[in-house]
């Protein structure tokens, strides 16, 4: 008896080892990519050695990261400072997202955990997408290349951003357009329509392709009576009762709904002149002429503002290869929906974030994966087409040079990112910053009424409340500096027109104040209300850090 159980689990393992070896064998391509994205990837996040804890860019990335902790505070989706409630004024659904590795760790940088699950998961999509459209292995291999090792792809995984899930839902979308229809499918469309911008309000366009997308999808195979009429009614029930739940969470925490702000849209592009544009106004057409250049530019593999970074979204050869491969596309009957799918998606985010009054390549983040997928459908038309044997030989040595071009040209890229991640530093200031003072404040240390140390800080308050000790309290340095439009809730309730005269107030009253030089940046304001204090007050430096950078300074009256 004994025996018959050895012979099962030999038998069974060897079974297993055979399957995982023919999985291997199968995937090879994919799992060496996804391990070269893993080591483009990886941070030490709870170090100093990465710029995650700087949680930039503000103030978007406080109002996610500080909506999923507050919630799992009991004080609902708003950032909460000192008992005092803000409600977020971006959408929900990315910091929902965020809240189960809160709930593992509640340290802030857990974001980061979240983004990679995105990150890889995107991947795998992208990796089923591409399997649908491509068969050669060798243009398989180019491209997810070219995807793993695209900077943004991997690069913005690093911060607390919804794009990281605007990327995943529009991959997801891509699939389910290629995807067998059936109710789970239709049902999953539907969600997946309103979660676009249940994600990030700009994501409008994605919400309107895709609906349109899938309902042509949905109406071809009606004409071809390969399914009954009802499911239509399936995708647009499922559609308006996700809609219906959006518009009724929105409506209990911001008062208003979802259509209200496409009204608000609407009346902004009436502003069709430069002159009837001011500086309160977000979109307009008067934008358009303007910021569809650097759309195109980018689209093309023109370098164009991601942030604070101008690194092409992709290579020339991939943008232009791309959108050519997408154009000839609409001519093959197998391909002409999902091309003209892409195209619709491409085509209206480039058109309504032109009338945005910035312009910045985070809002067409999902265009990469895009551009990438027609560049495959591009080279593997040149291959369907290379009838003779010696094109087709001359279509398979372009695509080798291409592959070896972009692989010389990007290894030293590829090698100092990754050796940066593993063994080298980029020094967070605005993290180590709060360190400095919760190491002045290492002791709870009260004046003689009682009352907390306040430090005046152009520094974020939130984002300072996420790494301090509790030892101290802030106030703002300038009126102008972020969440200038809430200051009761970020600072508390005070009178802050004259912030001289609430000073003076403080110090009156017996409060320690302190000032802290970290944040000034490049802003002339900031600069100019620093130096206001130093002449009015008489200012002691009690701490140096940071070359300098992260000093504080003892503020008592003259």
Known sequence: MIDYYIIIIFLSITCYHNRVKILLRSHIIFFICISLFCLLLFKD??????????????????????????????????????????????PPLYPLLLVPMYLINSDVRMFYFTNIVFALSSFCIFYLILRKLVGNPLIKAFVLILYVTNYDLYWFPNLAMAENLTLLLSLTGILLLLAKVNLFNIIAAGILVVSFYATKYASVPLVISFFIAYFIKLFLLWRGKQFKFEKFIVFLSSTLITFIIFCFYEYLSKGSFPLSSLVSFGTSLSNKSTAQVTSSTTFSLAYVDIN????????????????????????????????????????????????????????????????????????????????????????????????????????????????????LTNVIRIKSQISLNLRYTETPWYYVNVLELNKFFATPTQSLTGKKPVVISPMAPYYVDFFSNGNYTLLPLSVQQEFRSYKENAWGLNDYSDLIKLYKKYLQEGYILYLANYGLGNEGYLHSDFDAIKKIFKVTEVSVGCYNACNIYRVELQ
């Open 45 to 90: 996040i709870f170090s100093e050695r990465t710029l995650i804890p700087n949680l930039e860019p503000f103030p978007d990335s406080i109002y996610y990261v500080g909506g999923a902790k507050s919630l799992l505070s009991g004080n609902g989706l708003n950032i909460v400072r000192e008992g005092r409630s803000l409600a977020l004024i971006v």
């Open 292 to 407: 569809i250049r650097h759309y195109l530019n980018a689209l093309t593999g023109g370098s164009e503002r991601f942030l604070w970074d101008s690194t092409p979204i992709v290579p020339k050869f991939v943008a232009i290869g791309g959108l050519l491969g997408l154009v000839i596309g609409l001519i093959k009957v197998n391909l002409r929906f999902i091309c003209f799918s892409f195209l619709l998606i491409i085509l209206s985010s480039i058109l309504f974030m032109s009338t945005f009054y910035t312009t910045d390549m985070r809002y067409i983040y999902q265009v990469i994966p895009i551009l990438l997928l027609g560049f495959a459908i591009l080279l593997t038309l040149a291959l369907d087409y290379s009838n003779k044997k010696l094109f087709r030989y001359c279509v398979i040595f372009i695509v080798s040079t291409l592959f070896l071009y972009y692989g």
